[in-house]
Antibody, heavy 122, light 107 residues
Framework: EVQLLESGGGLEQSGGSLRLSCAAS????????MSWVRQAPGKGLEWVST????????YYADSVKGRFTISRDTSKNTLYLQMNSLRAEDTAVYYC???????????????WGQGTLVTVSS | DIQMTQSPSSLSASVGDRVSITCRAS??????LAWYQQKPGKVPSLLIY???TLQSGVPSRFSGSGSGTDFTLTISSLQPEDVATYYC?????????FGPGTRVEIK
């Protein structure tokens, strides 16, 4: 059974930093691209960042580029999101999501974690 | 970047009704279109990918169609458990944008 368990959220001041973690199990972690998707309170879904299957390529939404860094530790089957220079508009539930399919093109999400809430106070 | 729009933004229908939601991409994305369901207070779940392929375990009353720029999610017979917000997503190329969502309620 695929499981994704996020942690690391909390309350942080504007300009501060947080590191989110996503512990993955139930699948071969290194065979799938992994992503972070966020949802501000009462708002829709926003893709944030993706790490390629190989771990060599990263992708970021313009809204977080230069401030957030996605990475993984394959020995721990864990995905990370380092969030620096936080802003009030980064306040959201952050979901870890697994790419659907190994060889299928594109990047849709077949499994999601429960999410971790990040609140940035100004 | 490809922009995704959805219509309507919300709808209210009776149990057993046929319901359709439209998603439009600002440029052609072939069939790289996914639909997600998010029930109130819950995590999003994948319904459909490749515009029309039902994810395993999803009830057959859900179906998807379309290609290029125009896509449709149809619920053939609305059930109380289908109350949710539905999002489309372009997964053709980064940024992998979502539509704004369509809230479905029971009349």
């Amino acid at each position: 059974e695929v499981q994704l368990l996020e942690s690391g959220g909390g309350l942080e001041q504007s300009g501060g930093s947080l590191r989110l973690s996503c512990a993955a199990s139930g699948f071969t972690f290194t065979s799938y691209a992994m992503s972070w998707v966020r949802q501000a309170p009462g708002k829709g879904l926003e893709w944030v960042s993706t790490l390629s299957t190989s771990g060599a390529t990263t992708y970021y939404a313009d809204s977080v580029k230069g401030r957030f860094t996605i990475s993984r530790d394959t020995s721990k089957n864990t995905l990370y999101l380092q969030m620096n220079s936080l802003r009030a508009e980064d306040t959201a539930v952050y979901y870890c999501a697994k790419k659907g399919g190994t060889t299928t093109p594109g990047n849709y999400f077949d499994y999601w974690g429960q999410g971790t809430l990040v609140t940035v106070s100004s | 970047d490809i922009q995704m729009t959805q219509s309507p933004s919300s709808l209210s229908a009776s149990v057993g009704d046929r319901v359709s939601i439209t998603c439009r991409a600002s440029q052609g994305i072939s069939n790289y279109l996914a639909w997600y369901q998010q029930k109130p207070g819950k995590v999003p779940s994948l319904l459909i990918y490749a515009a029309s392929t039902l994810q395993s375990g999803v009830p057959s009353r859900f179906s998807g169609s379309g290609s290029g720029t125009d896509f449709t999610l149809t619920i053939s017979s609305l059930q109380p458990e289908d109350v949710a917000t539905y999002y489309c997503q372009n997964y053709n190329s980064a940024p992998w944008t979502f539509g704004p969502g369509t809230r479905v309620e029971i009349k």
